[in-house]
């Protein structure tokens, strides 16, 4: 079993929609969760983390997080063509004393206009 | 204010050299983190430095090294390189934080070729 779970697409969803991402992982433990965006041939850029059970908005972007699940996802609502691109989702695994990162494979996103 | 910065941006090597990948972090951060990402695949950490001294290492062998110095810069060197070896190298910086949230945020990346 992978540490961090995604499908890998690619979703393609019409302009005005809500795109849906979603993220397994395998740590219980994990206590930090993070989505990145990242355009082909660019590095990755963090859009939003999300700490605690729930879900957090942050503009167009939701993020909702089940621990108990061990499940990740990433609403975008109004999806536009400028949100194409590979959604990494990341988990901070704790270990002595410091952590480590790990991410997913990448969800590719196509938003068509 | 200055986000994370990596030279060179793009490298070209032969089987057998050596490299060195430079890092300095976001202004404020102390932690920078080293990943390496091959195409179509998400980033694999490599290792972590805090405080110059390597906190947490990833599943990569002993050809991977690297150092931190006391402005919190890194470097990240690759010994005997592979073909292998060829992917982008991204550098990330973050700060401790108590409560480990540890955002971090990712330089332009270093686009090594392997021939």
């Known amino acids: 079993q992978k540490e961090v779970e995604q499908n890998s697409g690619p979703l393609s969803v019409p302009e005005g929609a809500i795109a849906s991402l979603n993220c397994t992982y395998s740590?219980?433990?994990?206590?930090?969760f993070f989505w990145y965006r990242q355009y082909s041939g660019k590095s990755p850029e963090l859009i939003m983390s999300?700490?605690?059970?729930g879900d957090k908005e942050d503009g167009r972007f939701t993020a909702q997080l089940n621990k108990a699940s061990q499940y990740v996802s990433l609403l975008i609502r109004d999806s536009q063509p400028s949100d194409s691109a590979t959604y990494l989702c990341?988990?901070?695994?704790?270990?002595?004393?410091?952590?480590?990162?790990?991410f997913g494979a990448g969800t590719r996103l196509f938003v068509k206009a | 204010d200055a986000g994370v910065t990596q030279s060179p941006t793009h490298l070209i090597k032969t089987r057998g050299q050596q490299v060195t990948l430079r890092c300095s972090p976001k202004s404020g951060h102390d932690t920078v983190s080293w990943y390496q990402q091959a195409l179509g695949q998400g980033p694999q950490f490599i290792f972590q430095?805090?405080?110059?001294?390597?906190?947490q290492r990833g599943n990569f062998p002993d050809r991977f090294s690297g150092h931190q110095f006391p402005n919190y810069s890194s470097e990240l060197n690759v010994n005997a390189l592979l073909l292998g070896d060829s992917a982008l190298y991204l550098c990330a910086s973050s700060l401790v934080l108590a409560g480990g949230g540890n955002e971090q945020f990712f330089g332009p990346g270093t686009r090594l070729t392997v021939l």
């Open positions: 990341a988990v901070n695994m704790m270990a002595g004393g410091g952590f480590k990162t790990i």
């Open positions: 740590d219980r433990g994990s206590q930090s």
């Open positions: 430095y805090y405080e110059e001294e390597e906190r």
């Open positions: 999300i700490y605690s059970n």
